[in-house]
């Protein structure tokens, strides 16, 4: 008799995106025709640059001639495009090998996926509020999870703890749905608790692209010690609009060795076995993305959203109200004004100011209490949220 994985049965619903939703649902069958600002939203609005689109359009090309056709491609990724990145990490003083650059489709595959390399007694440390995908794909494989809770007083980028000590450490940063951003010595601190506890960190890196401010790292093999001690996973769906085109990559050092094993043979030897590559039409548009031209053009985009998250936080700071992130992140993360609770502030923003954002509680229990704004929706929508918020609060 087939016996399913019960860890299943131990997810807890998700019930954040639902919920919203059907409120948005029920308050547009009582306002019918009512325009609503959504400041909710995960994913992006401005379509792919003009390079990538010609480069597309050019391996499009390529799969119609018999000389220039591709069929499967190599498991960890065409080499030019591991090159290009491995270039591009250079070009930031971050020396790797272009081996050490794997192609993948997505950081959400590749962050379920990569636990494939941990043993299922392995402990994960999570801090909250966080990224769902970050417990639930330890749940699915059965690990203890440590919570590590985040909060104002330390900016919500918490020091590493040795009442938390685990084998598997989370770090998003810039960080989903906070939008902080964790400085060179908080990191070293995070990569020296790592590496004395033999612990392997998963940085995942999706949102470096909207750090501005030089003297933070965009790459966790900024700091010393990260090589022996971390793997990052990044994601071209935010830098450049490619949450529907889906190229990610990730980053696994060579000098990353526990007990005896490299992880990055054994990525290649899972790659190999569990994936056919990733297609030579979309690494072609994701090379774009780094060639002069490309990354002016994708920082004109990530320029339009950066300025939206700055309407948002003028006006929270108009109003007073405390917030981390938008300045090195498309999120802001507010207190909810008047001591409101983040599911109470919701439905007061949504059938007072017609605004929608996403309660923090919906991200873990210390996000009550907080709200989660993004910068992905258009100029027009946010100018007007941000008037309304102001009207509502001021
Ligand atoms: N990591 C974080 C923190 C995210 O917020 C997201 C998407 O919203 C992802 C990973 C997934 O990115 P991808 O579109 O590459 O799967």
Redesign the pocket.
């Known amino acids: 008799m087939n016996k399913p994985n019960m860890h299943y049965a131990e997810l807890k619903d998700s019930y954040l995106f639902y919920n919203i939703s059907q409120k948005i649902k029920a308050y547009l069958e009582q306002n019918p025709g009512t325009h609503l600002y959504r400041m909710g939203i995960?994913d992006v609005s401005r379509p792919l640059c003009e390079e990538v689109i010609k480069a597309l359009h050019g391996a499009v090309d390529d799969q119609a001639g018999a000389e220039t056709f591709h069929g499967y491609m190599p498991e960890q990724g065409a080499p030019f495009l591991r090159e290009t990145i491995a270039k591009h990490y250079a070009s930031r003083g971050v020396k790797l090998e272009s081996d050490e650059v794997f192609v993948s489709s997505?950081?959400?595959?590749e962050?379920g996926d990569i636990l494939d390399l941990f043993d299922r007694e392995n402990s994960a440390l999570v801090i909250e509020p966080a990224?769902p995908a970050y417990v639930d794909a330890n749940v699915i494989a059965g690990r203890k999870i440590v919570h590590l809770p985040a909060g104002r007083k330390n900016g919500f980028l918490p020091s590493p703890s040795e009442d938390a000590v685990a084998d598997i450490i989370y770090i998003?940063s810039p960080n989903?749905p906070t939008g902080a951003v964790f400085n060179k010595v908080q990191l070293k601190e995070w990569v020296d608790f790592a590496n004395k506890n033999g612990s392997v960190i998963l940085f995942?890196a999706?949102y470096e692209a909207f750090i501005e401010d030089d003297t933070l790292p965009r790459s966790i093999f900024e700091i010393e010690g990260a090589r022996t001690c971390a793997i990052e996973i990044c994601?071209l769906?935010k830098t450049a609009g490619f949450?529907g085109t889906r190229l990610?990559y990730t980053v696994i050092p060579k000098d990353l060795v526990r007990e005896g094993l490299r992880f990055n043979d054994m990525w290649v030897r899972n790659r190999t076995t569990k994936t056919n590559g990733v297609s030579y039409i979309i690494q072609r548009g994701g090379a774009a993305v780094f060639t002069d031209e490309g990354r002016r053009q994708i920082m004109e985009n990530i320029r339009y959203y950066k300025n939206n998250a700055k309407i948002l936080t003028d006006a929270l700071d108009e109003l007073g109200i405390w917030y981390t992130g938008g300045k090195n992140a498309p999120y802001v993360w507010m207190e909810c004004p008047k001591g409101l609770k983040s599911w109470e502030l919701f439905d007061i923003l949504l059938t007072k100011a017609q605004v929608v954002g996403t309660p923090g509680e919906g991200f873990g229990a210390c996000g009550e209490g907080y709200f989660r704004f993004s910068s992905f929706g258009s100029r027009e929508d946010t100018v007007e949220a941000a008037e309304r918020i102001k009207k509502l609060f001021g």
Do not use: R
């Not at 997505?106 to 595959?109: H, L, V």
């Open positions: 995960g997505g950081a959400s595959d962050l990224y998003c989903n995942d999706a994601s769906s949450t990610g």
